[in-house]
Nanobody, 118 residues
């Protein structure tokens, strides 16, 4: 089993910053991709940013230049530094880990609320 524990969400004013963390534990293959997704009520969950074990990143266009994803492979921990936050960034943010180990494994965290006030 794999557990993902997220932290760092909260309430911030527009223009402010937050840093999300997600620590994965359990039976995880070392070559894994981790990422952050977000969801608002009534909409589908969408990709925010992902990073591979090799450090290759990709971002949603809406967050490019404002958010930075990073990963500590030794700790199986992924971070999301969010700067210049906008009210439209308000959502529940979910951590995700994927890896192939005999079969594709895909796990999600419980989510952390990020609220940006105008």
């Amino acid at each position: 089993q794999v557990q993902l524990v997220e932290s760092g969400g909260g309430l911030v004013q527009a223009g402010g910053s937050l840093r999300l963390s997600c620590a994965a534990s359990g039976s995880i293959f070392s070559r894994n991709d981790m990422g952050w997704y977000r969801q608002v009520p009534g909409k589908q969950r969408e990709l925010v940013a992902r990073i591979t074990s090799a450090g290759i990143t990709n971002y949603a266009d809406s967050v490019k230049g404002r958010f930075t994803i990073s990963k500590d492979n030794a700790k199986n921990t992924v971070y999301l530094q969010m700067n210049s936050l906008k009210p439209e960034d308000t959502a529940v943010y979910y951590c995700n880990v994927q890896f192939f180990w005999g079969a594709m494994h895909d796990y999600w965290g419980q989510g952390t609320q990020v609220t940006v006030s105008s």
